[in-house]
Each structure stands twice: as C-alpha cells, then as structure tokens.
C-alpha cells in the first residue's frame, strides 16, 4: 500500500469517514476573510509538503454543542472562552493520526482549523461549496465537519470536485432549501462561487455570531437552543434543510440509534 493509502485507511480508523489531499499551492492563493482566524497553509507550518483534509459525519445534533462566556473575539479566540465539541473532536482525532505518523513513519504533521478548510475540501475533491457555504458532499450532503492535518508527507493531491451539487438538485430549482431555511435571512440566494470572501452568510444576521452576547436577544433567543446557561446546540436549520444530508436521516441515524 502506497504511503497516502496508508494514511487514509489509518484516518478511517482514528474516526473519520472522509479523506482527501489538497492541492496547497492553490489554497495558498485563495482568498479569506481576513476577522476569522484564518491563515494560509504555509502561514501555519512553513516545511508542510501535503494538506490533508478529513471529514467526520455529524449523526446527532449534539455534536453540534457550544459553550461560551460572554466577551469579544471569534470562534478561534478573543476575550470570550469557547469550547465547541465538534472542534475538539475532529482535532482530537487528527492529533492521534497525527501522533501514528511522526511515531510510525517519521512524518510531522499538525492539525489546524485556521486555514480554508472548505476550500480545501474541496480541493480534494470531497465536495461542492453549497449556497450556504457549506461543503455539501455526495455522501453525507453538508452533515460534516472537517479538518486540515498539514504535514511534511510527499502526498499527490486528489483533484477538485467537478459537480455543482446545487444546480443538480431537483428540490433546489425553485429556490434554495437552504436559503428559505434560515430564519434570519442571512444566507445570500444563489450560488458561493464568485461571492467575496465572508460575504455570502451575512455574519451579523446570523444567531451563531450572537452566541458570544452576554444578554441575547429575544429575537436570537429563539433559535439558539440552550442547554445550559451558557451552553447551545448551534443554529443548523441551513444545513439540516440540503437534501443531500437526508440519507442522515433515512439510514445512518436509524443505524446510529440502533433502530435498524
Ligand atoms: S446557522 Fe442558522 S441563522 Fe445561521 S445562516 Fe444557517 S440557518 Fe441562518
Ligand atoms: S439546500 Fe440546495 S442549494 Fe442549498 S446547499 Fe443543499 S443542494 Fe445546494
């Protein structure tokens, strides 16, 4: 088995569903919004060779748990404390894979969230930026979330993902599921590509960005689902709605749950 096989079938086993290789060159030069934390590759690790992207399937929504004290600053740091369960996971699973290379093979690899790791998804050809910016996959539609293990590892990059899922998709002709789902309107109609950077999901509008408050909003409130005082399920109504991420629903919740 080559050396990137190696490492998918070990990526499957640490608990991930998806894998892939990106071209880093060409998520050197893609542009980002600039308040999200987020970096280029070789802003992260300069000798990285290869960037990995892998992908764990969300089959309950309490994966989906944030918790936070008020105060300033985004996802990836500021003032504000925030733990999300879905971050730590996926980064968890990474370090171990991590931990197999450099111990295994000698290979220095580290994982991160600051760079575009939709883009860089994509890139490997895991899947289609959907016009509600998520990466909406053939297999799990957009129930994913996803990390980038950068390493020193010769790996050849898989190609970019050719579909436009969102043009293909009979529920979506009229109108964008997705779009009509979110009930702040902050999801821009039509299609991600060609949308500056940051643009597409007007940030303010949407109430994953007012978890952060200390008093919320009454007109937030109502679809943040608390769990705690200071603990959410964050807002997924735009994902939940891609028909592509129904196979969820109709067969691997059911297995998850033991039900079938
Ligand atoms: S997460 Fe919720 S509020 Fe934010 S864009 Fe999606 S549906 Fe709208
Ligand atoms: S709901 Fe429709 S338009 Fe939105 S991402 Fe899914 S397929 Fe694309």
Known sequence: MDLKEEIRAKAMEK???????SDMDKLETVEFPTDRGLEKPSDFMADARSLIV???????EGMNAAICTPGTGDFSGGEAEYYNLY??????????????????????????????????????????????????TPEY????RWIAL???????PDKPFTRDLCAEQPLCQKESLCVKACPYGAIIPGPSQGV????????????????????????????IRRIT???????????LACPYGKVLDQEIIPKKRGLA
């Open 141 to 144: 539609g957009p129930r994913v």
């Open 229 to 239: 005082e200071r603990g959410f399920m964050e807002c997924t109504l735009c994902n």
């Open 15 to 21: 608990g991930f569903q998806l894998f892939g290789v």
């Open 87 to 136: 971050y730590e996971t996926v980064e968890t699973r990474a370090w171990r894979l991590a931990q197999w290379l450099w111990d295994e093979k000698g290979i220095k690899a580290a994982p991160t969230h600051s760079v575009h790791v939709k883009v860089a998804a994509y890139l490997a050809g895991l899947g289609f930026i959907g016009h509600n910016t998520q990466v909406i």
């Open 54 to 60: 892998m992908g764990m399937v969300i089959w309950d």
């Open 150 to 156: 950068l390493s020193t590892a010769e790996l050849e």
């Open 196 to 223: 500056p950077a940051g643009e597409k999901v007007i940030y303010d509008k949407c109430v994953v960005s007012h978890e952060l408050e200390k008093d919320i909003n009454s007109k937030w409130e109502k679809h």
